[in-house]
């Protein structure tokens, strides 16, 4: 392990208390990092994690606890202050402006004055990202970029602040195994010249890769810090406390392979921020009972193509159809109609984060709930009781969605959709931040409605997940489809291959 002997840590947190209400976030925590290490934080959803390091951050305050930095307690009373102290921190929700530039982002924030050099921004953020090895477009508009490329340039400009200590939380939730590596890559040669690390994540296989130390807060308790090489039962059972079965898999019947498709796509056409098409001469059909995996590494048209299924965007040419209906440019009100369930990658897109939880379970049926045109409170109450329970959500109906963890928003719009019994389900990154429990409980879900009969679009970057679950897999490059296999035959080199833009077998 780095950093000098007898030397303090970079980062230490004392006694750090948090309350919302009557929840305790975190009860007394401790934790520190030292120069040139890792240490990774690990929790179910909703241990506290996100909240102790928004704490060192700036972006909370606690109700007791101190920070400390190289030994000496600092006043952190916001961002300015803690990147002023050193401390650089990629939030669990981006920060970036979405109609700026990728330059302009990575200029915000240590532009002094008023007015913002576009093209010393722009020679600074081509100098960042080849000195940090992250790869973007500096011209490119944040909004027309995938969670995926946004991610990159959260984690750029991060690092562009010249920070010694940097917080990740779930920085590799949005990233393919390629991106993964070469951000470890690159945070081994920062290590080496002594920053530390503070790494959130719910990928245990990761977590044992990169870290020196790994510390498990449960219900906003520490629970123990254990060398980074302990094994994946030994954390999974500090994290729930108690053993875990391992998540199953499974690759279930055979899919129905005579059986016409029941979502249909010809010849789609979407065109993307240039101009250019982002999705090009698509065409698929995904039977009942069926599940259609789409990989690819992101920023490949799978943003694009869920937004058309979503309701979200026209597409430029081709059609949509369900069954005998035509989908083509409908709206999120029409797909819903056509019982079209639908999971995006951006939760927040579908959720009002200020509203409660109930009321975000019955967002798109509000009818549904009235009688004689009086809103029946009662019954969204009742009706948000049983998904919670049935989901596991960790929050009370009345909860606004925004306080909520990140896993537990991704299972309230799971909980909203899949109880609607859908006849097709779109979904992008269904088990994107949760924690080992959650994603065994959805990929199980996503095969329930399978079983049900439903035709499964699922849209992800993980190869794990998709030949976990996936019937056939199609492989997405530049907007085309570069690939069609079942998934018995699916390699993940080929596969590798394929999203790489290397090799074709259309
Ligand atoms: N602003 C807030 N208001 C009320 N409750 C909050 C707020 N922020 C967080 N919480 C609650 O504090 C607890 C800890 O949340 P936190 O976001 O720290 O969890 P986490 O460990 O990061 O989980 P995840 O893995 O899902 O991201 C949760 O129960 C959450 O609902
Ligand atoms: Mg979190």
Do not use: W
């Not at 006694?15 to 401790?30: P, Q």
């Not at 709930?369 to 409170?377: A, L």
């Amino acid at each position: 392990m780095a950093g000098v002997p007898g030397s303090a840590p970079a980062l230490e947190l004392r006694g750090i208390t948090k309350r919302f209400g009557d929840l305790v976030a975190n009860r007394s925590v401790d934790f520190d990092v030292v120069g040139g290490e890792v240490h990774a934080l690990l929790g179910e959803n909703g241990a506290g994690k996100t909240t102790v390091m928004r704490i060192a951050y700036g972006l909370t305050h606690p109700d007791a606890g101190s920070v400390l930095v190289e030994g000496h307690e600092v006043a952190i009373r916001s961002p300015r202050d803690a990147i002023a102290a050193g401390i650089g921190m990629v939030t669990q929700h981006f920060s970036l402006v979405g109609p700026m530039s990728v330059a302009e982002n990575l200029a915000l924030g240590r532009a002094s004055g008023l007015r913002l050099d576009l093209d010393a921004a722009r020679r600074r953020a081509v100098h960042a990202a080849e000195r940090f090895g992250i790869r973007v477009d500096p011209d490119a508009r944040v909004a027309d970029l995938s969670v995926g490329e946004q991610q990159r340039v959260e984690i750029l400009k991060a690092l562009a602040r010249d920070c010694r200590i940097l917080i990740l939380d779930e920085p590799t939730a949005v990233l393919v195994p390629a991106e993964i590596e070469a951000l470890f890559a690159t945070l081994r040669s920062l290590l080496e010249e002594g920053l530390s690390v503070v790494f959130i994540s719910h990928k245990l296989g990761e977590v044992r890769a990169i870290s020196n130390r790994v510390s498990v807060l449960r219900q906003g308790q520490m629970i123990g810090t254990v060398a980074g090489s302990t094994d994946e039962r030994e954390l999974a059972r500090m994290m729930v406390g108690r053993p875990m079965l391992g998540v199953e898999r499974s690759a279930g019947a055979p899919a129905p392979s005579e059986a016409e498709p029941v979502l249909r796509i010809r010849d789609l056409r979407v065109d993307g921020a240039h101009g250019r098409p982002s999705v090009e001469d698509v065409s698929l059909g995904v039977r009942g009972g069926e599940i259609l995996g789409v990989a690819g590494v992101s920023g490949n048209g799978q943003t694009e193509l869920m937004a058309v299924l979503s309701g979200m965007r026209r597409p430029v040419a081709g059609t949509v159809s369900v069954g005998d209906l035509d989908l083509t440019g409908a709206d999120p009100r029409q797909m819903t109609a056509a019982r079209v369930g639908r999971i995006p990658e951006d939760r927040h897109a579908s959720l009002i984060p200020d509203l409660s939880v109930a009321y975000n379970l019955v967002m798109e049926r509000l009818d549904d709930f009235r009688h004689s045109g009086r809103i029946d409170e009662r019954a969204i109450r009742a009706h948000a009781d049983e998904l919670i329970a049935r989901f596991d959500i960790r929050a009370s109906p009345d909860d606004r969605v925004a306080a909520l963890s990140g896993g537990n928003i991704q299972k309230v719009l799971l909980a909203r959709v899949l109880s609607r019994d859908p006849r097709v389900l779109v979904v992008s990154q269904p088990t994107r931040g949760l924690d080992v429990g959650a994603t065994e409980y959805v990929r199980s879900q996503l095969l329930a409605r399978r079983a049900d009969g439903a035709a499964v679009l699922l849209v992800s970057e993980d190869l794990d997940e998709l030949l976990a679950l996936a019937d056939r897999l199609i492989v997405l490059y530049e907007g085309r489809i570069v690939g069609e296999m079942s998934a018995q035959e699916a390699d993940r080199e080929q596969l590798g291959m394929l999203m790489a833009g290397r090799g074709r077998n259309p």
